[in-house]
């Protein structure tokens, strides 16, 4: 292999790793701990259960789901089968604000008594209305059984997010302010970074401009030599 080749080509794998680096995910999941104190028909009750919350893009709206790990409460009798449904709401952050709601289904076996409670995972639609890093975080669960909210659930720990989603695509949902009245565009103000998912980004924007500045360098010296 010659050696214009051989600069060539590993010119490439480098400009290839940048764009890698470049290409962040649109969405960081982290499980968290949540603490739930729960009023309930025969008292108070608490448990500490891993909360899960994932979302899948679908179309304009996303897909959340919302997974625990184990039970937060108990009941004293017996609970048969399709009489128990969770639902919970999710708190929104950053970009967005208020809440989205999501809702397990019905119990496919029977619960015994004294027998802590799996919920299971909880489903529901989040339609963003402008473009930016939202994040979702665990609220409050209700289990609704035998005909009336047996128990009541909030988080006492204050849990940090379960989800940050990078919003992109939603159409005039951006911040970007309108053009002056002298025919010239205002720059948009840079947004604050956030974290380590936008340095990644930022990191792989600079390498790919100092890549690209020594692949013009090179081109320059290699038809100088050819000369």
């Given at each position: 292999?010659?050696?214009?080749?051989?600069?060539?080509?590993?010119?490439?794998?480098?400009?290839?790793?940048?764009?890698?680096?470049?290409?962040?995910?649109?969405?960081?999941?982290a499980?968290?701990?949540?603490?739930?104190?729960?009023?309930?028909?025969?008292?108070?009750?608490?448990?500490?259960?891993?909360?899960?919350?994932?979302?899948?893009?679908?179309?304009?709206?996303?897909?959340?789901?919302?997974?625990?790990?184990?039970?937060?409460?108990?009941?004293?009798?017996?609970?048969?089968?399709?009489?128990m449904?969770?639902?919970?709401?999710?708190?929104?952050g950053?970009?967005?604000?208020?809440?989205?709601?999501?809702?397990?289904?019905?119990?496919?076996?029977?619960?015994?008594?004294?027998?802590?409670?799996?919920?299971?995972?909880?489903?529901g639609?989040?339609?963003?209305?402008?473009?930016?890093?939202?994040?979702?975080?665990?609220?409050t669960?209700?289990?609704?059984?035998?005909?009336?909210?047996?128990?009541?659930c909030?988080?006492?720990?204050?849990?940090?997010?379960?989800?940050?989603?990078?919003?992109?695509?939603?159409?005039?949902?951006?911040?970007?302010?309108?053009?002056?009245?002298?025919?010239?565009?205002?720059?948009?103000?840079?947004?604050?970074?956030?974290?380590?998912?936008?340095?990644?980004?930022?990191?792989?924007?600079?390498?790919?401009?100092?890549?690209?500045?020594?692949?013009?360098?090179?081109?320059?010296?290699?038809?100088?030599?050819?000369?």
């Open positions: 292999m010659t050696d214009r080749r051989r600069t060539a080509a590993a010119l490439a794998a480098a400009v290839t790793g940048a764009v890698v680096l470049a290409a962040a995910p649109a969405a960081q999941a499980v968290v701990d949540v603490n739930y104190a729960c009023e309930t028909k025969i008292g108070p009750k608490g448990a500490v259960s891993p909360v899960d919350i994932k979302a899948v893009r679908d179309g304009s709206a996303y897909t959340i789901t919302m997974s625990f790990e184990k039970g937060v409460s108990d009941s004293p009798v017996e609970l048969p089968k399709g009489v449904t969770p639902r919970a709401e999710l708190v929104l950053g970009a967005d604000s208020g809440t989205v709601k999501v809702k397990g289904t019905p119990n496919t076996a029977a619960i015994p008594p004294d027998t802590p409670i799996k919920i299971g995972t909880l489903t639609t989040y339609t963003p209305k402008k473009n930016g890093k939202v994040t979702f975080t665990a609220g669960l209700t289990v609704h059984a035998l005909g009336m909210d047996a128990a009541v909030t988080p006492k720990n204050n849990p940090g997010p379960a989800l940050a989603l990078e919003v992109t695509g939603v159409s005039g949902g951006s911040d970007t302010p309108p053009p002056s009245s002298g025919g010239e565009e205002t720059p948009p103000a840079e947004l604050p970074r956030t974290g380590p998912l936008d340095s990644a980004v930022a990191l792989g924007t600079l390498g790919g401009t100092v890549l690209l500045t020594g692949a013009a360098g090179v081109l320059w010296l290699t038809r100088r030599t050819a000369r």
